[in-house]
């Protein structure tokens, strides 16, 4: 939607997972600031620990907890909706941006496991075909109107 005055904003946002986004803001910032008073930034949820596991269950101690939702709630905080897969256990909270890059290193190595066991999955599954294949062929149980 294109305004009238042309004037925008340019903003970089540092996603968890490392990527940068671009966003553009249409609106002049003077416009924004005359329409209504600037509401006081909401302080950040004071962390229980210096140093938050996201991917810890703080109800059942598990650690497959996995991100929901998440927005930049300010340039050194995410706020994120997280969630467990084992006791249902969610909440919504405001994070340091080391606690979320520890987070996403965490996830990463979760995939990372996930995709090793993946492949070792195909390998076998791959393997046992093949040999049911070549068993097959040495008994004669392979005739052209197979193919």
């Keep these: 939607m294109a305004h009238p005055n042309g004037d925008h ?36 949820k004071p ?16 650690e497959l907890v996995y991100p929901v939702a998440w927005e930049e709630a300010d340039e050194s905080h995410w706020s994120i909706a997280l969630r467990c897969p084992n006791c249902e256990w969610a909440e919504d909270g405001v994070y340091a941006q080391g606690d979320c890059d520890r987070f996403d290193d965490e996830l990463e190595r979760g995939t990372d496991a996930l995709t090793r066991d993946y492949k070792r999955l195909m390998t076998a599954n791959l393997a046992d075909e093949i040999e049911r294949f070549a068993h097959a062929l040495e008994v004669d149980a392979i005739l052209p109107m197979d193919f």
Excluded: M, N, W
């Design 9 to 44: 904003q340019l903003k970089r946002i540092v996603l968890p997972s490392g990527k940068t986004i671009e966003v553009v803001y249409f609106e002049s910032l003077a416009a924004e600031a005359e329409a209504a008073p600037a509401p006081a930034p909401a302080p950040a």
């Design 47 to 62: 962390a229980k620990r210096t140093q938050v596991d996201l991917h810890v269950c703080p109800e059942c101690s598990s």
